[in-house]
C-alpha cells in the first residue's frame, strides 16, 4: 500500500503458483477497483503468472467511503508502478503482460506506446477505445 494525501492506495499481488512464466500487470475499469478481480488473477496465477495491480487514485478508500473523480487523469500515475513492479517482485528479465478491461484498457494501449517492447503482449476486454478507420 502506499500512501498519497489523506487517500491509501492498494496493490495487489497473486503470486505464481508454479514456475513463474511472467508478470501480468492488471489495470481495472473505471469505477471499479483491484478487488473485482481476484477471479482474473486466481487464473493467471494457477498458469505459472505473477499477476500484480494498483487500484486507481480515482476510486481509493477514505475513510468516508470509495471517491470517484470526474477525471480520470491520475490513472496514468499507473504508469511508474509499472515499474516499481520490477524492484518489488523482482521483475527484470521476465515477461511482462498487460490485462486491460475498459478505460484500462485504454491505459494499456497508452502504456505500451510509452514503453516499446516492454510488453509481451496485452488482453484487452471492452477496452475504451474509438477506432477511426470507417470501414471497421
Known amino acids: 500500500d502506499t500512501v498519497k494525501g489523506n ?6 499481488r497473486f503470486p505464481a503458483q508454479t514456475e513463474r512464466r511472467g ?6 475499469a473505471y469505477g471499479d477497483h483491484m478487488g473485482m478481480y481476484p477471479h ?3 487464473k493467471f496465477a494457477k498458469a505459472g503468472y505473477d499477476v500484480v495491480g494498483l487500484d486507481s487514485e480515482d476510486l481509493a478508500a477514505r475513510k468516508d467511503g ?4 470526474r477525471t480520470p487523469t491520475s490513472w496514468l500515475k499507473t504508469a ?15 515477461p511482462h503482460f498487460l ?10 494501449c497508452l502504456m505500451s506506446s510509452w ?7 496485452m488482453a484487452l476486454v471492452e477496452p475504451y477505445l474509438e477506432l477511426n478507420d470507417p470501414k471497421l
Open 7 to 12: 487517500i491509501k492506495l492498494h496493490n495487489y
Open 23 to 28: 508478470i501480468v500487470q492488471i489495470i481495472h
Open 40 to 42: 482474473i488473477a486466481r
Open 66 to 69: 470509495p471517491v470517484l473523480s
Open 80 to 94: 511508474p508502478f509499472s515499474e516499481e513492479v520490477d524492484r518489488i517482485y523482482g521483475g527484470v528479465g521476465v
Open 99 to 108: 490485462f486491460g478491461h475498459s478505460l484500462g484498457g485504454a491505459i494499456s
Open 115 to 121: 514503453y516499446p517492447g516492454r510488453y509481451r503482449s
